[in-house]
């Protein structure tokens, strides 16, 4: 004979009622809830209202859909303030579900989204990377849409630096380990890694950031929204199994770190691409049987934020039955398997006539699943665990959150005009040196580790030029459907270093080159997703970085007709007291018609002319120059959106007309960069005069890294008629590509003289004693 | 199966061509859903099945040969060809398909890990070095084309190297070598992996069971019209697959 024991009891309840300041706030530090005083005390008016005290589900249901994370309490105002008025465009989702969802043709949309993922790379960077990409892109197939290609925009610390001291990890460990993690696991699902970013500050010393991204293609049709309205419908719970990694995650992700934060390991979740791999067959099969009335991927809150979001955007709510879900391990808590942030699980809703097709389809691809819950009418949630009721909310005070209209302060302005030492240096030696350095280099260590072709799509490589000796692309071009040429260009990054001198004109600075980046390959930019990464919001001087990025994100959004379809906002990045520099860090996707016309950065010919597009900029503020230099500045450069505006219609004029041959815009490292990385592609040098450009100093002249300019090669039979077409804009002739040489003079005097591998050979290996 | 990938681009591959492919997932094979004996030609896609990370190919190749090794030789002795891409090679070789000669349970071939220690995705050309009947007729043996490489593991070591080396060119079972632009063999980053005699592509004796480390499928057009005049209008997936329907076509299936 055996008797059930009920050794303790499943959920236990909280004694919140009579609670003072002081034990609420001990209620919070107790059950990891990461909630203020303030926030515990909104609480327990509502449970006094209710007259009983919560169990622990509930309390820990709160936190999850609390946290900073979940519901943006600190920027949420200030979002909606900004971003409310702008318009779609040519977006059918934007800022609405999981992934943005914009139009690609008349019968495709494309869908897209980039989420930060710091916190847990911080502390576990090879698993947190990997979870990026993994999390990433169940956003985008939760939209029903075939994810076509992965992005990473990747910030770390002085990897060259050994002195680094405290506990934290080196930043050269980081850096390898993330790399690793977005490798193993992107090269493993199948799906290309075709752009991002790369950046070394001493500001991410110990506050690394990983910003992951996907972009995927629908019918438009089949695109499957983050909500559920039908009641009777079931819940079902797909992919990998719950267990305890990733719990508190969320609450994690908004605290800021300190020394002592490594030990909380536990809270990083672990990835398998092994079971992602078919989930994503299986799941874009029944949507595309139509078998799903709506979907949601598990990230941050797990089942608690899912299953609330999800019901409360289409009016209904659910009653789950905790103990259906299929567990990694015996004897979890029913709070455990509520707020678990386990990889690799989606949440379907179903009608129950579908059931037998669904089971059918995971059955042959090998995926576990279970039905969890139900879809009722009414507002209030309720969660069993066996016969035991765990949780009965109300769904829209669960999962609205508090907002915050935090005190911001705006930096003051104070012209600090960078002071240039002598023009005593040797030009040549100085570009070695700076091509060199890690910020300048090339990217080629970590872009090779990645897979960028599966699929076989890929028109434009991250890499481009001659075979094995390629330079870097602006943004990568892919054609993500078989019957048609149309293409998608996609780039992220961001000017951080401009937007620490000043977060207005940096912030347009980094809008101003994603933009470049998608036009110089002839597509024609359509939305704009955005991952916002700051310090601590509670310090009036960065909620004001953050208030000025959104404004003047929004204002070139208004200008130039782009609609922000999707986003995340991550805050707190701070070690032991000091922020990161703002990094407003930018995806910008386009849409090209015709991808066989598609323009790459690699210099192709010897002989032809070499124009520059946009008028001149001789600012030196917030550019790779000064910071290699370490000089201070505090102006950064203007950028003019009006030109912008006229540029990108011409450019595209000249891209169908094919007048282009070769394209790069002037960013990082300023005029002399963007030339030679135009050279390296296929060892085709340049002759060029800077004395037509303006009557600036020579120095800034070839750094400065403002304005809105391309570099171009044009034949010699198209030069009349591409002068012709940018008859209202100006251009500025400044020489020709040779075979090899490059050979560069300002009013009469060479400044620079010398081979291309001279120069090459330097930016080759810049990274080679790091990773 | 689960981490197989590559098979979109393989499948569109097919397709280009003007045949009818189907995808078929191995617990089709092993619920004895499908039969291979229906199919003209098989394509084992690249990938990480399994995720590869006990050896790349393993479990695929143990679970392909519980459910349907005899089907799958019978399929190979009727002459249809058979084409492993990537980890599909490693799991040819690991079912003893390739190069062959002991049949199974043998492994003659490795296919080990990059000489650089990491993951190498890169382009790269390879030349025709064997009269193999799919592709003679196809491939100019002077010409490098080029050709996408992405892998960990792909480095061909030959076991007891100084005699079976030798027995596999003499057989005309080396089907790609790695080369230059210029068309002359060896040396990294050319050859990506290491591999002996920078061998890419390897057959059986008969020649029609195929592995190669390139992804053909990958590069099926040359989509840019600038690329088309640096590196000639048709790609080598194109040529590829050209061949193989033709050489379908003329066994008669």
């Given at each position: 004979m055996s008797e059930i024991n009920h050794v303790e009891p499943l959920s236990e309840t909280v004694q919140l009622l009579d609670a003072d300041r002081k034990k609420l706030e001990q209620i919070s530090l107790d059950m990891s809830l990461g909630l203020s005083t303030e926030e515990m005390s909104m609480l327990q008016n509502y449970f006094l209202n209710l007259g009983r005290n919560p169990t622990d589900v509930e309390m820990q249901a709160m936190a999850q859909a609390w946290s900073e994370h979940c519901c943006y309490k600190s920027s949420k105002f200030y979002l909606k303030k900004y971003f409310?008025?702008?318009?779609?465009?040519?977006?059918?989702?934007?800022?609405?579900?999981d992934a943005g969802v914009v139009s690609f043709d008349d019968d495709y949309a494309y869908v897209v989204k980039m989420e930060s993922h710091n916190h847990p790379s911080a502390l576990e960077p090879y698993g947190g990377a990997a979870t990026g990409v993994g999390g990433i892109l169940r956003d985008i197939l939760c939209m029903g849409a075939q994810p076509v290609g992965l992005l990473d925009s990747i910030y770390f610390g002085e990897v060259w630096n050994n002195s680094i001291k405290g506990k934290g990890l080196h930043p050269r460990f980081v850096l390898n380990n993330v790399v690793g993690g977005i490798r193993d696991y992107g090269n493993r699902v199948g799906i290309p890694n075709i752009a991002g970013s790369v950046e070394f500050d001493k500001c991410f010393n110990n506050s690394p950031l990983v910003n992951a991204g996907c972009i995927g293609i629908v019918r438009k049709d089949k695109i499957s929204r983050s909500l559920i309205s039908k009641v009777g419908d079931l819940l079902l719970l797909v992919g990998g199994r719950t267990g305890r990694d990733g719990i508190h995650g969320v609450n994690f992700a908004s605290a800021i770190l300190t020394e002592g934060s490594e030990e909380k390991k536990s809270v990083v979740q672990l990835g398998n691409p092994i079971i992602k791999e078919p989930l994503i067959h299986a799941v874009l099969e029944a949507n595309e049987d139509g078998l799903i009335d709506g979907m949601k991927d598990l990230g941050g809150g797990g089942l608690s934020s899912s299953v609330g979001e999800i019901c409360l955007a289409g009016g209904v709510s659910a009653i789950v039955q905790l103990d259906k879900v299929l567990l990694k391990e015996e004897g979890m808590k029913p709070w455990e398997i509520w707020v678990s942030e386990s990889q690799e699980r989606m949440l379907l809703a179903i009608s129950p006539e579908n059931l037998e097709k669904i089971s059918k389809i995971f059955h042959n691809w090998d995926i576990e699943f279970s039905i969890i819950g139900e879809v009722v009418s009414g507002t209030s949630l309720v969660l069993n665990y066996e016969k035991e009721k765990v949780l009965d909310l109300d769904l829209n005070f669960l999962t609205s959150g508090p907002v915050y209209c935090r005190n911001y302060e705006l930096p003051k302005k104070e012209m600090l005009e960078y002071v240039i030492p002598p023009e005593d240096l040797d030009l040549k030696v100085f570009l070695q040196k700076f091509l060199g350095a890690p910020s300048n280099c090339t990217r080629q260590n970590i872009l090779r580790q990645y897979d960028h072709t599966v699929r076989g799509d890929t028109v434009i490589r991250p890499l481009t030029g001659m075979t094995n000796g390629e330079t870097h692309s602006d943004a990568s071009v892919i054609k993500p459907l078989e019957h048609s040429m149309k293409g998608l260009a996609v780039t992220a990054g961001s000017r951080y270093d401009m937007v620490a001198v000043d977060p207005m004109s940096g912030t347009f600075g980094t809008m101003t080159e994603a933009y470049l980046n998608v036009l110089v390959t002839g597509a024609k930019p359509s939305s704009v997703v955005d991952c916002l990464n700051m310090g601590n919001p509670e310090e009036p001087k960065i909620m004001g970085q953050l208030i000025q990025v959104l404004e003047s994100m929004s204002e070139f959004c208004t200008k130039m007709e782009l609609p922000v379809v999707a986003g995340n906002v991550s805050l707190y990045n701070q070690y032991s007291g000091s922020n990161i520099k703002p990094v407003p860090n930018i995806m910008m996707v386009g849409v090209m018609d015709d991808v066989s016309k598609a323009i790459s950065a690699d210099f192709k010919e010897t002989g032809n002319h070499i124009f520059i597009i946009g008028r001149e900029s001789s600012s030196l503020g917030g550019s790779q120059y000064l910071k290699f230099r370490n000089i201070d500045s505090n102006t950064a450069p203007w950028f003019d959106m009006d030109e912008l505006k006229q540029i990108s219609e011409k450019y595209r004029e000249a891209y169908s007309r094919e007048l282009i041959l070769s394209a790069h815009d002037v960013s990082n490292g300023g005029l002399i960069q963007t030339l030679l990385e135009m050279s390296f592609g296929f060892n085709k040098g340049f002759h060029i005069d800077l004395s037509d450009i303006s009557d600036a100093r020579t120095l800034e002249k070839i750094f400065s890294e403002g304005g809105e300019r391309i570099v171009v090669e044009v034949k010699p039979e198209n030069r009349e008629e591409f002068i012709k077409v940018f008859d209202e804009v100006k251009i500025t002739e400044i020489g020709k590509t040779t075979s090899g040489e490059i050979n560069v003079i300002d009013r009469n005097i060479t400044i620079l003289e010398g081979e291309i591998k001279e120069f090459k050979e330097p930016w080759l290996h810049g990274l080679d004693n790091f990773i | 199966m689960e981490g197989t990938n590559n098979e979109y681009e393989a499948f569109q591959s097919f397709k280009r061509v003007g045949l009818d492919p189907r995808y078929v997932h191995v617990n089709e094979l092993r619920r004895k859903t499908v039969s291979l004996e229906e199919f003209s030609s098989i394509f084992l896609p690249g990938g990480f099945s399994a995720g590869d990370y006990i050896r790349a190919g393993v479990i695929l190749a143990n679970r392909i040969a519980s459910s349907s090794l005899n089907e799958l030789r019978e399929f190979i002795d009727t002459g249809k060809p058979v084409i492993g891409v990537c980890n599909g090679f490693q799991v040819l070789c690991e079912l003893g398909f390739l190069p062959g000669w002991s049949y199974e349970n043998q492994r003659e071939i490795v296919l080990g890990q990059n000489t650089s220690n990491r993951y190498e995705c890169r382009n790269t050309y390879i030349r025709l070095t064997s009269d193999n009947m799919i592709f003679k007729d196809f491939f100019n043996r002077e010409q490098p084309y080029l050709v996408p490489v992405a892998h960990a593991e792909g480095k061909i070591q030959i076991q007891n190297k100084s005699v079976n080396l030798e027995k596999l060119v003499d057989m005309g079972q080396v089907l790609f070598r790695y080369s230059d632009p210029e068309g002359n063999f060896g040396s990294y980053p050319w050859n990506p992996n290491g591999s002996d005699h920078d061998i890419a592509a390897i057959s059986n004796e008969n020649g029609n069971v195929i592995g190669l480390m390139p992804h053909p499928e990958r590069m099926f057009y040359r989509y840019r019209n600038a690329e088309k005049k640096i590196f000639g209008e048709t790609a080598i997936g194109e040529v590829f697959f050209k061949a193989i329907k033709q050489y379908i076509s003329k066994i008669g299936y």
């Open positions: 409310s008025g702008l318009e779609k465009h040519d977006a059918m989702l934007a800022m609405e579900d | -």
